[in-house]
């Protein structure tokens, strides 16, 4: 875009004037102004956990934005589905925090290393043995998440019977097919 | 289907087990921004209990405290080695008990009934039942 000057904040602790601030316990409506100079202009995306113990920021748009309906992301959220956006390992950087993480063993013997923060339990992204150089953020855990657009469901077959998906996404039973797997 | 049941939970690591006993009192959906930032995701759905209907028999999860959007003390607790959320304590319908509901082993019995919440609801989170939405919480 011909328009697209570097505007970046110096941090996450130094948002814009006009921007809303969603955060810790909040949940004002986003400024529609600040959204429209954030899709337009800004490559930086910030995040969080909930009691502001980590901070992180990533730059450009994610590879891959998906619900994932997995067990061991039910298991670790309490939730039906997360909500996770794939993006490059060096995009990202932790600004703020040191997240715990435990090991979540896969069937076929991978490893999805969990990480969150240890005073509030906030999610916050997920790193895979089988992909190193790719993060999955939790998109629960950005300030600001009018950019995210889940594009597919994974995991579907292990769904919850009582959670209906009537959204038109495609799905998918396990993980979809990527690289050398994609034909 | 408020019928009294049996079931039981726990974390992934298998540090902090729980069981309830009794009624469920309702299941609902919420997309409040706690929730969002606990789970990572979109929200949660908590079954709701009264308190003695819940035990946790093994280990101690790691509470969080906060206070939600209209002042409310809440807390919220999860294992603090594998980071599982499990539950949260309703101070102000005390003496009520939010359980994850897909912390439970077999959630198969859960009936979200409705959502709360919808007014922190993010925008890329598609609501696709018909189930009763309210902007705030459980009155």
Sequence with gaps: MFFDIPMRRKSVMDPPPDYDYPYRNKHVPQNDAAIQRDQLMSTKHAGGCGCGQIEYEFDGSPLLTAHCHCRDCQRSSGAPKSTILLIMKSSFTLLKGEPKSYEFKLDDGNSTNRHFCSTCGGAVYSSFTKMPEILAIKAGSLVQTSFVKPTIHIWVNSKQKWESLNDGLPQFPKNPPMGEEAE | ?139
């Excluded at chain 2, 009936?111 to 009155?139: R, Y």
Aim: hydrophobic fraction near 30%; proline fraction near 4%; charge should be neutral.
């Design chain 2, 1 to 139: 289907m408020n019928e009294s049941l049996q079931s039981s939970g726990g974390c992934y690591c298998g540090q902090i087990k729980f069981q309830v006993k009794g009624e469920v009192f309702v299941s609902t959906y919420c997309h409040c921004r706690q929730c969002q930032q606990s789970t990572g995701g979109a929200g949660s759905c908590l079954s709701i209990f009264k308190k003695g209907a819940f035990n946790v028999i093994k280990g101690s999860p790691k509470e969080y405290q906060y206070a939600n959007v209209i002042g409310h003390a809440m807390k919220c607790y999860f294992c603090g080695m594998c980071g599982s959320q499990i539950y949260t304590d309703l101070k102000n319908h005390d003496p009520l008990v939010a359980i994850r509901a897909t912390a439970f082993e077999d959630p198969i019995w859960v009936q979200p009934t409705n959502h709360i919440w919808v007014s922190a609801k993010q925008s890329w989170d598609f609501i696709s039942d018909d189930l009763p939405q309210s902007p705030e919480g459980l009155t």
